[in-house]
């Protein structure tokens, strides 16, 4: 209780500092989401970007040399998941790991007959249950740049954050209420299956096909389509854009209109 106090008095004396004016310039550059939210929301948003940057570590890796911009970009959009909820600020994360470019991972495959596949794949980001998020500095800026195509792996990277939450990544995050439960996996649970039909028969859909892999990816690729095309998904979806609208405390769709009718 007296480290929950003495957390949530830094966090607000954190709040109170004067937001750098080249922060500020660099989200207006760079993060265009940015300029889409109210005056209100701006503000809420660079406060927990203050939190934000002082409780996480960032590391670079592969010869890349971290700085204050993509400490800025990549707070920003992270930060975008906070606003009008209560958060405890990715509890679990405590560093991004930063890539110049796609890096390589090994992972293994489990084949019929119990065999074991080693294999090799590039990656743009992850996110592991404990401690860390790893991104590719060129994706964040791409996804950054174009908030309107639907993909953003820093906003996805982060959805994984707040699903392990909830004792581990299964799609299901923790929920302000436990009578949201039913509601939510029952709409998710439908559009995924919806998805995984899709995905099969080759057929069109404002969700990236990647979120058939398992619930935890869909939660994550819906949360990219949510911000990123919300008039599509509302459209095409909309019990599952009200879930969202009901988890997140946002309404994108209301200050996105026109913006990606495609």
Same mark, same amino acid.
């Given at each position: 209780?007296?480290?929950?106090?003495?957390?949530?008095?830094?966090?607000?004396?954190?709040?109170?500092?004067?937001?750098?004016?080249?922060?500020?310039?660099?989200?207006?550059?760079?993060? #265009?989401?940015? =300029?889409?939210?109210?005056?209100?929301?701006?503000?809420?948003?660079?406060?927990?970007?203050?939190?934000?940057?002082? +409780?996480?570590?960032?590391?670079?890796?592969?010869?890349?040399?971290?700085?204050?911009?993509?400490?800025?970009?990549?707070?920003? =959009?992270?930060?975008?998941?906070?606003?009008?909820?209560?958060?405890?600020?990715?509890? =679990?994360?405590?560093?991004?790991?930063?890539?110049?470019?796609?890096?390589?991972?090994?992972? =293994?495959?489990?084949?019929?007959?119990?065999?074991?596949?080693?294999?090799? +794949?590039?990656?743009?980001?992850?996110?592991?249950?404990?401690?860390?998020?790893?991104?590719?500095?060129?994706?964040?800026?791409?996804?950054?740049?174009?908030?309107?195509?639907?993909?953003?792996?820093?906003?996805?990277?982060?959805?994984?954050?707040?699903?392990? +939450?909830?004792?581990?990544?299964?799609?299901?995050? /923790?929920? +302000?209420?436990? @009578?949201?439960?039913?509601?939510?996996?029952?709409?998710?649970?439908?559009?995924?299956?919806?998805?995984? /039909?899709?995905?099969?028969?080759?057929?069109? @859909?404002?969700?990236?096909?990647?979120?058939?892999?398992?619930?935890?990816?869909?939660?994550?690729?819906?949360?990219?389509?949510?911000?990123?095309?919300?008039?599509?998904?509302?459209?095409?979806?909309?019990?599952?854009?009200?879930?969202?609208?009901?988890?997140?405390?946002?309404? #994108?769709?209301?200050?996105?209109?026109?913006?990606?009718?495609?």
């Amino acid at each position: 209780m007296l480290f929950r106090m003495w957390k949530n008095w830094r966090r607000k004396k954190i709040k109170m500092r004067p937001f750098p004016p080249t922060w500020e310039k660099t989200i207006e550059r760079l993060v #265009p989401y940015y =300029q889409s939210l109210s005056a209100t929301d701006r503000l809420e948003l660079r406060g927990h970007i203050q939190v934000f940057l002082a +409780e996480k570590s960032f590391l670079g890796c592969g010869g890349l040399t971290v700085t204050e911009e993509m400490r800025v970009v990549i707070a920003a =959009q992270a930060c975008i998941l906070l606003l009008h909820r209560k958060s405890d600020y990715f509890p =679990q994360l405590g560093s991004i790991y930063i890539y110049p470019h796609p890096y390589v991972a090994k992972t =293994q495959r489990v084949l019929p007959g119990g065999i074991v596949e080693d294999r090799i +794949e590039a990656r743009v980001g992850e996110s592991w249950h404990y401690g860390t998020v790893v991104l590719a500095w060129d994706n964040v800026l791409s996804g950054a740049r174009d908030c309107n195509d639907g993909r953003n792996v820093v906003l996805h990277e982060f959805a994984h954050q707040l699903d392990a +939450e909830s004792d581990g990544t299964n799609g299901a995050p /923790r929920l +302000e209420l436990r @009578s949201q439960y039913t509601a939510w996996a029952q709409v998710l649970s439908t559009e995924f299956s919806l998805l995984n /039909r899709d995905a099969q028969l080759g057929r069109k @859909s404002v969700l990236d096909k990647y979120g058939a892999t398992n619930p935890a990816e869909f939660f994550a690729v819906a949360t990219e389509t949510f911000f990123e095309k919300p008039v599509q998904l509302k459209g095409k979806h909309p019990e599952l854009y009200d879930e969202l609208k009901l988890f997140y405390c946002q309404d #994108p769709a209301s200050y996105h209109k026109g913006s990606d009718a495609n």
